[in-house]
């Protein structure tokens, strides 16, 4: 292939990110994997850090790219929580977050625009309202089945499945408040592993840092793809 082409593709990919954008994508690979040395882990807990992390930040930047890594770290992350167990959490990257990310692929596709980046949307009122009731309720309901189950922290393991699963059918729908319950998910994540480090599983410990990086790129994308929102509102006006 051309050289020239290749880097044409190279500039329009980041074309639109700022220099703090590029370095926090930069920081947050080098840091992950630093960590993963640091703690003497395997190679596999190194590439779902990475691609658990590549998924958020280019998600973040309405990156469709991000989905493809996003199918990879859903199945290494349930592989993961299948020895503790959390079987709340693996069947919810198994059997509904790589069959979503797969289809929204397809979606999202439909809604690019020439840059690669997707047009977002905001929630109304009837639909936020809508979403919470139902997210709670769900929430009760599952907590009852992993219990049956024997599932580990069971309740821990339906708030965290739950709302993924909430965020990801808003995710599908390109509405910018799923990253607020992405911040949830990962902030309770983040409780769930400690739980899981202080039972005497020292591989719970990279996964927290994971899932503490999460919180900040989760953070950032609510920011991002509101302000896209808003700006693509403006221009239909």
């Given amino acids: 292939m051309d050289g020239g082409v290749v880097a044409n593709r190279r500039v329009s990919f980041f074309d639109g990110w700022s220099w703090k954008e590029k370095l926090w994508l930069a920081f947050v690979l080098v840091f992950q994997t630093v960590m993963w040395a640091i703690n003497r882990e395997t190679v596999f807990m190194l590439i779902m850090t ?3 992390s590549l998924n958020l930040v280019l998600g973040a930047k309405g990156k469709v790219v991000g989905l493809y890594f996003a199918i990879i770290n859903s199945a290494m992350y349930a592989y993961s929580c299948l020895g503790v167990p959390l079987y709340g959490e693996v069947m919810y990257n198994v059997l509904y977050s790589i069959p979503v990310s797969i289809i929204a692929i397809v979606l999202w596709k439909k809604h690019t625009s020439k840059d690669g980046e997707i047009q977002f949307r905001t929630m109304n009122r009837k639909v ?14 599952y907590t009852k089945i992993l219990e049956w189950m024997g599932g580990s922290f069971a309740f821990m393991d339906s708030l965290t499945t739950v709302v993924s699963v909430i965020a990801s059918m808003l995710y599908l729908m390109r509405y910018s408040e799923q ?20 039972s005497g599983d020292q591989s719970a410990l990279l996964i927290i840092i ?3 990086v999460n919180l900040c790129n989760s953070s950032y994308g609510y920011y991002n793809w509101k302000r896209i929102s808003k700006k693509l509102e403006e221009n239909k006006q």
């Fill in 179 to 198: 990253w607020l319950m992405w911040v949830i998910v990962n902030a309770l994540s983040i409780v769930m592993w400690i739980f899981v480090l202080a």
């Fill in 50 to 52: 990475l691609t658990s």
């Fill in 128 to 141: 936020l309202v809508t979403t919470v009731v139902i997210t709670l309720n769900s929430i009760f309901v």
């Fill in 210 to 212: 994971m899932k503490a």
